[in-house]
């Protein structure tokens, strides 16, 4: 996101989209359009492929020249034989077509209108195309973007590729200690050189600048007074001294068997009671921020929580205590399946068991709610499906106490979630209510319902961005067969603005326990994009544009294939 600063307002541009490069009105042929009336338009248009649309206006295939030259390469085609190839059998039918419907390639590949070019570029490679149709969020066509098309925005000259770097980036970035930093541009490679405050802020402004549309390369030369990069060493006397946890280790009444995995901030590790066998899992604060008073503030907290929870699809607390000088909390052991292994085996669900799943967690969240508790980290990979079908919701390293103080860590980002989970307030870095959780249980519904989560992106930024910047597909745009009253519903959980989602999680247990005979007059089409909040007057830092906005970061990796799109 670029801010462009004028006499008499604050003007904020998003980075390029395909709407800004496509081709619009599209030239289309019908379904039923004969083989000349193809070639004719391609001659008369002087263009090299066209969409097919059925009767509705639908894209169904496209028909390129490489599609017509198959009946020109083999003008009677040869009788079938045993055990030929899948693609040499779709090339002798397209050789004997004769309508558009025949010859086109389907299924056809589509992009959304405010996809980045960025995500425009990688799917084209690895779909192997040379050009995508446009749909918007009613399934119509709205344009077509090219390879050629995407390859327009490294035309920009020099002069204003630095002119944006200078007056728009860094200074917006960097405010006053923006002098201090030399841009130089050649050929469309920025180079950077001077000092800067903090050295988190080099690799900021190497990101950002790469996002620049026409920006080939970057070349980093600067320098930095303080390294904000790494863990605070907070000498912590008081904490005593630490040990690693190890396999076969005796904590209080509990013996370690093995680790089950680490995280930012805790570890947690598969034991069993000395006194009965019972299998259980340990949880504790991981080597890396045992001397972190706010890691320790944290945790603590989250024994607090746990302690407070007693539902049957929340992991039980069995146990807290203090070994070798760090706390620890015993959880009960969930057997089952990682919901996002099941999703992953399972492919999209039948409406009636998504909605099974999606109101035992509203069950759940109903509790936690009614405790003051609020989530903030609902994905699969944070949920167990144990044999009968029940879901059990595990770690709340990030969940919080309404009232409770806010923990940060000076090296870490504000935006705690997980992204293409986490809602547009948190990626923001605010702070996130009920209604965060409700967004995070709608994406989960989501996929759920179609197979996929709505964002997609190179990279946890990419994807964070695409959360902020745009408005996510309704559901039956990947799922055709997803029943209105779902999709509905759906698109209300997951409304960029909260105050349009469901306020409580009863307000949405009513719609989902009687969704066969909803009312669909009562909800209505998101906005065609989310709202561009005011920048603020103090200097941004990298930490919480990178975790909150991330402004710069619309698409990711778009130079890299600027070799590979031309070579093609």
Not at 79 to 108: C, D, I, N, Y
Not at 369 to 384: M, S, T, Y
Not at 484 to 498: E, F, G, Q, V
Request: glycine share 8%; aromatic share 6%; with cysteine.
């Amino acid at each position: 996101m670029r801010k462009i600063v004028s006499a008499n307002r604050v003007e904020v541009h998003r980075p390029a989209t395909v709407k800004d490069v496509m081709t619009t009105p599209v030239v289309t042929v019908n379904c039923e359009d004969g083989f000349r009336t193809i070639v004719r338009t391609l001659e008369q248009h002087r263009v090299s492929a066209v969409p097919v649309v059925d009767s509705e206006g639908l894209v169904v295939g496209i028909v390129s020249e490489g599609d017509l030259l198959i009946k020109e390469a083999e003008p009677m085609p040869s009788k079938a034989v045993l055990f030929e190839g899948k693609q040499r059998r779709l090339e002798k039918a397209k050789a004997m077509g004769r309508s558009a419907k025949e010859v086109m390639t389907a299924p056809v590949v589509t992009i959304e209108p405010e996809a980045t070019l960025a995500q425009a570029a990688h799917l084209m490679l690895g779909k192997r195309v040379k050009r995508l149709p446009v749909i918007d969020q009613h399934g119509q066509l709205a344009g077509i973007v090219s390879r050629g098309d995407i390859l327009k925005v490294f035309l920009r000259s020099d002069s204003e590729i630095r002119a944006e770097v200078v007056d728009q980036l860094i200074a917006q970035t960097l405010g006053q200690a923006a002098v201090k930093v030399d841009v130089s541009v050649h050929d469309g490679v920025v180079s950077l050189s001077g000092v800067v405050d903090r050295r988190s802020e080099i690799r900021m402004l190497a990101r950002a600048v790469f996002q620049v549309d026409g920006v080939v390369g970057v070349h980093d030369a600067l320098d930095f007074r303080h390294d904000d990069t790494g863990p605070p060493a907070i000498p912590a006397p008081w904490l005593g001294p630490f040990e690693r946890i190890e396999i076969g280790d005796l904590v209080d009444a509990y013996r370690i068997e093995q680790p089950l995995g680490e995280g930012a901030f805790s570890a947690a590790y598969l034991a069993r009671s000395v006194g009965d066998g019972q299998k259980v899992v340990i949880k504790s604060l991981c080597p890396g921020v045992m001397g972190d008073r706010s890691a320790h503030a944290r945790f603590r907290r989250e024994v607090e929580i746990m302690k407070r929870l007693s539902h049957p699809n929340i992991q039980r607390s069995l146990d807290t205590g203090e070994s070798r000088s760090q706390p620890y909390i015993v959880l009960e052991f969930v057997e089952g399946e990682d919901f996002w292994q099941y999703l992953r085996r399972k492919g999209p669900l039948p409406p009636e068991e998504a909605v099974r799943y999606t109101m035992q967690l509203v069950d759940a969240l109903e509790h936690m709610h009614a405790q003051g508790v609020v989530h903030r980290d609902l994905k699969p990979e944070n949920l167990v499906r144990m044999p009968d079908g029940q879901l059990k919701l595990i770690d709340f390293g990030l969940a919080y106490m309404q009232g409770g103080r806010r923990l940060t860590w000076p090296w870490l980002s504000h935006a705690l979630g997980s992204p293409g989970y986490m809602a547009p307030e948190q990626i923001q870095g605010k702070r996130g209510d009920r209604r965060a959780d409700v967004y995070s249980l709608g994406i989960l519904l989501y996929q759920m319902l179609s197979g996929r989560n709505p964002w997609s992106g190179n990279n946890p930024l990419a994807i964070m961005s695409q959360q902020l910047h745009t408005v996510a597909s309704p559901v039956r745009r990947f799922a055709p067969a997803v029943p209105l009253p779902l999709n509905a519903i759906t698109s209300k959980m997951i409304r960029w603005r909260r105050q349009e989602r469901y306020q409580t999680v009863a307000d949405l247990r009513r719609d989902l326990e009687h969704w066969e005979d909803l009312d669909l007059a009562r909800f209505t089409l998101p906005d065609e994009r989310p709202p561009t909040a005011e920048p603020r007057n103090a200097r941004p830092s990298w930490l919480a544009i990178a975790a909150g906005a991330a402004l710069f970061l619309a698409g990711s990796g778009l130079g890299a294939l600027v070799a590979s799109l031309m070579q093609r």
